[in-house]
């Protein structure tokens, strides 16, 4: 299994933008399918955006379509979430997650990073 280690979350009031970062260890980063998702203390753990193995396709989220960009640098074992124009409603924990294919189900992927809260202030 791969570590994975998410930073970048913080306050930023709405309509401001954050980058969150997992890095990843181990040599095998690059066969994981990558994909960040939200949840909130009594919810169920959301998807939001997702990048296959060799960044050549993503995946998204309707609620997050058009503002956020996922990405990943395979030599730097690490991979992204561009949050633009944020909203209030994305306030939450941000956990990146790896698995074998890219997948809107947090079933599909092994393995999870301890997560960053983001909060944006109205």
């Known amino acids: 299994q791969v570590q994975l280690v998410e930073s970048g979350g913080g306050l930023v009031q709405a309509g401001g933008s954050l980058r969150l970062s997992c890095a990843a260890s181990g040599r095998t980063f690059s066969r994981y399918a990558m994909a960040w998702f939200r949840q909130t203390t009594g919810k169920e753990r959301e998807f939001v955006a997702a990048i296959r193995s060799n960044g050549g396709n993503t995946y998204y989220a309707d609620s997050v379509k058009g503002r956020f960009t996922i990405s990943r640098d395979n030599a730097k074992n690490t991979v992204y979430l561009q949050m633009n124009s944020l909203k209030p409603e994305d306030t939450d924990v941000y956990y990146c997650?790896?698995?074998?294919?890219?997948?809107?189900?947090?079933?599909?992927?092994?393995?999870w990073g301890q997560g960053t809260q983001v909060t944006v202030s109205s």
């Open positions: 997650a790896a698995g074998w294919s890219a997948s809107d189900s947090a079933n599909e992927y092994r393995s």
